[in-house]
């Protein structure tokens, strides 16, 4: 086989796996157009023949949907906020000052991020409750997410702090610079690309956060959108175009983030893999 043959194979292969990947996120966006019978039609349409756009207009007036984004909007902020305050520090320490200790840490940090968050939320519920911060629902949860989220962030930037060079923080110093002045001067200007990467991600993560929400938060006005979608759930539920328009709305802005900045993702996640 020749090598051009070798790479149409391999394209037809990977839209063939695109095909199969992406497949649920159609059927999401077109069951929103759909009526009720016609959700439950056989054999299923993978056209609706008569769109019923108004499901968006019902789903987001009859579930005030802007309070459940607002919610999501302002855990996932602040859990970012607080991680890229916190982990960047982290991550320049493990990446500058390398010894057996630091190594210690960077084991235990990627240990944490093994622990699933049904693992954690038991213990994480109890220690907030005798702390009193069950009385503020939505910054138990920025803790929560932060703590589970942190590992995944310092890692990633850790690497972009190492593609730095050295040098570079060396002739900073000898022109006067403080180890502080030479941090934010000179590698926290170069090390922003994947810092911006890995809030990127992190935001992500946190918006569509359900374990951490559903566990600590119980009054409505303070859940985000992935509890409120779980609301309709229960034993006699039928409405799935409501169910699909909701989700759509929930997770079209994600997606749209993630394709406008897909390269500089990319770039920025491989940026600590060249030195």
């Not at 499901?55 to 607080?82: C, F, H, K, Q």
């Not at 699909?244 to 994600?254: E, G, W």
């Not at 983030?257 to 990319?266: A, D, G, H, S, T």
């Amino acid at each position: 086989m020749t090598e051009a043959w070798r790479n149409r194979l391999m394209l037809l292969i990977a839209l063939a796996l695109a095909a199969v990947y992406l497949f649920p996120l159609y059927w999401m966006y077109i069951t929103t157009l759909k009526s009720g019978s016609a959700v439950f039609a056989t054999p299923p349409g993978f056209w609706p023949s008569d769109p019923h756009w108004d499901t968006y207009v019902y789903v987001w007036e009859s579930r005030n949907l802007a309070r459940y984004l607002g919610n999501s909007l302002v855990i996932a902020t602040g859990a970012v906020t607080l991680i890229t305050l916190l982990g960047t520090g982290c991550a320049y320490v493990l990446a500058r000052y390398r010894n057996r200790w630091v190594d210690v840490g960077l084991f235990l940090i990627l240990m944490l991020q093994v622990l699933p968050a049904s693992l954690m939320i038991t213990p994480i519920f109890v220690g907030f409750s005798q702390l009193g911060l069950l009385d503020y629902p939505r910054f138990a949860v920025v803790l929560a997410i932060a703590a589970k989220s942190m590992p995944f962030f310092v890692v990633l930037v850790r690497a972009t702090f190492m593609s730095v060079p050295m040098e570079l923080e060396e002739a900073a110093l000898v022109d006067g610079n403080s180890r502080i002045g030479a941090f934010f001067n000179i590698v926290l200007p170069l090390a922003r690309n994947g810092i911006l990467v890995s809030a990127i991600l992190i935001f992500m993560q946190a918006f569509g956060e359900f374990v951490y929400s559903k566990s600590i938060i119980q009054a409505i006005e303070y859940q985000p959108a992935s509890v409120g979608l779980n609301s309709f759930m229960g034993p006699n539920t039928n409405e799935w175009n409501s169910i699909m328009a909701f989700a759509t709305i929930y997770v079209t802005p994600i997606l749209a983030i993630f394709v406008l900045l897909q390269r500089r993702i990319v770039s920025g996640l491989t940026s600590g893999a060249l030195k």
